[in-house]
């Protein structure tokens, strides 16, 4: 037997699940291995060192903090109840698309293009706003002067109303 | 009773269920959390822990399956990702309590001695062990568990938990050798 297999087999031995011949096998090679046998000697010593250590008993104040887990769980679970109506699941639905559009807006470098194609839109949009309102102060101003046109052409088509006023 | 039918109560939130459920588990997992830290205060928070951990996931429970096995499954989980996290091997041990080392069948004083040395000795060596190893050997030969419920709780195929705890054995046994060494 090599120490190799020696040691593969000691928990085995110690627990006596090998069989006779293993068993006889394991000794014989301890009888002629130091090394093999001071290892089989500290083995069996910390074997027997861990079986003596006895079990804690915990203590009074974590007792009554573990008898008190689901009272505690009882105090939060109310408060946070209202959130998890199925009524408010759109909601939150709707604020996650938003939030997740506006991190794509201002997070991400790709982003910024967005950002700069929404700023243009927005100055394209605001100068067909002026150019409109130009044009419709030049139309106010056409108005006016077509106006004052027709008003004059009136004027000019009766003279023998305006010679009778002066008589 | 029964533990499924425990465990159905504390489901339904019937007064004293899991009164009855921490009275049956509280020492087996102080103990086990105690054991692999090595620290009463670090094994007081991961108990509470652990408890906490079962009671949101007490729905989730297979009837089929064995509870003691799935609750050592969960502590055991819980122990060593919290050790990844924190590292507890950079932290000491506590120094093993004085009279629980001298509990125990003791034929006399000299005897006493040899063993209450061979403890502290042991008792320091287990954080030499990976957290993996440690928690074999804890199972096997602290909490006396069999390798046919080991294999359940680890997740292991049975030869490969015999092995981990022979291997643990041996390491723990090589750590005893060499602090009689460093001690003479």
Redesign the interface.
Known sequence: MTCERF??L???YLEGELSAAEGREMEAHAATCSSCA??LS??R???????????????QA??A???A??EK?RFFKPVFDFLLRPDLQPVFATFSVLFIALSFVFFLPQGRGIQKAINRQIHLGYSQVEKLYAKAGSVTDELGSFKNTVVDSFKALSPSKGQEDKK | MDLNTIVRECLEGRQGAWETLMNTYAKKVFNLAYQFSGSRQEAEDRTQEIFLKLYNSLAKFDFQKNFTAWLLTLAKNHLIDEYRKTKWEKTQRDDFDERVLAQGSLSGPEESLVQKETRALIWDGLNQLSPEMRMAVILRDLQGRSYEEMAEILGLPLGTVKSRVNRARIALAEVLKEKRGELS
């Open positions: 040691e593969e000691l928990s085995a001071e290892l500290f083995l010593e910390t074997q027997g060192a861990l079986r003596g250590f006895p079990e804690v008993e915990p203590s974590l007792m903090k573990l008898y887990i689901p769980k």
